[in-house]
């Protein structure tokens, strides 16, 4: 499946619903369509929905996203009429055939719910008391943010309930350079790269870092191939290639 982001970072992009649509089309392949709660109010929510289902659009991450204010439109409003949970729930009364409030709406959806998991949350507590939500709203997958650090997911998972345990997509994102690791870290909410990985690249040269970055993703890849539901790629700047390069061994 091919990620297809909803404005992510309040930055302006084509409307996500219609490019997963051209993906499938064009392409032939599934696409897991993030849908933020910013920009919709709830009954723009049930439109787009089942617009997106119209389409064969079958796969929702639910995310509640980042406030309009952090990026290309400051003015602009940021809705927020739910969260997160509130989304899961409303993709999974569809899938009942029934609206937010219990209306009837014909042919039922078919979406696979997805949520979003936080390993590394300073308040671990409160990161499992919003899965929690996501589990009672519907959630069938997990995704992470970029994991830098395996072993520090693996204990994470194993606070989720034991009854519990739904397929976690872990993200890959080959660093590219030390600056890259830093702005990650510093000013990406919900990523964290180690002290270890940004001092081997902070004295390393472009190429240098390069390789390493690669190496560190393909140990994440490898790890989470094992451990984990399955991973996805985030290419950084647009380096597609690199993913060939994170899995396959030279």
Not at 86 to 106: P, R, W
Not at 112 to 125: K, Q, Y
Not at 170 to 182: F, K
Request: charged content about 20%; proline content about 6%; glycine content about 8%.
């Amino acid at each position: 499946a091919i990620d297809v982001t909803d404005n992510p970072m309040a930055s302006m992009h084509m409307s996500a619903i219609a490019f997963a649509h051209l993906v499938k089309e064009e392409l032939g392949i599934a696409t897991i369509l993030h849908l933020t709660c910013r920009d919709l109010n709830l009954l723009g929510m049930h439109s787009a929905l089942l617009g997106a289902a119209a389409l064969g659009i079958d796969g929702i991450l639910a995310l509640t996203g980042d406030p309009a204010s952090a990026g290309d439109y400051p003015g602009a409003t940021s809705v927020f009429d739910v969260t997160s949970d509130g989304l899961a729930k409303i993709i999974s009364s569809l899938n009942c055939g029934v609206d937010y409030v219990g209306k009837e709406i014909g042919q039922p959806t078919n979406f696979a719910i997805g949520a979003a998991f936080n390993p590394l949350a300073s308040d671990m507590e409160k990161e499992l008391g919003r899965l929690a939500k996501k589990r009672e709203a519907g959630a069938d997958f997990l995704m992470t943010q970029p994991v830098f650090d395996i072993e520090a997911l693996k204990s994470a998972a194993t606070l989720l309930p034991y009854d519990w345990r739904p397929p976690i997509l872990v993200g890959i994102l080959p660093l590219r350079s030390a600056r890259h690791a830093e702005f990650l870290h510093n000013e990406v909410p919900g990523i964290t790269v180690p002290d270890h990985i940004r001092q081997e690249l902070a004295s390393a040269d472009q190429e240098t870092a390069k390789k390493i970055g690669t190496r560190y993703a393909r140990g994440i890849y490898l790890a989470a191939r094992e451990s984990f539901g399955g991973v996805y790629f985030m290419p950084p700047f647009n380096n597609y290639e690199v993913v060939r390069e994170v899995m396959v061994e030279e």
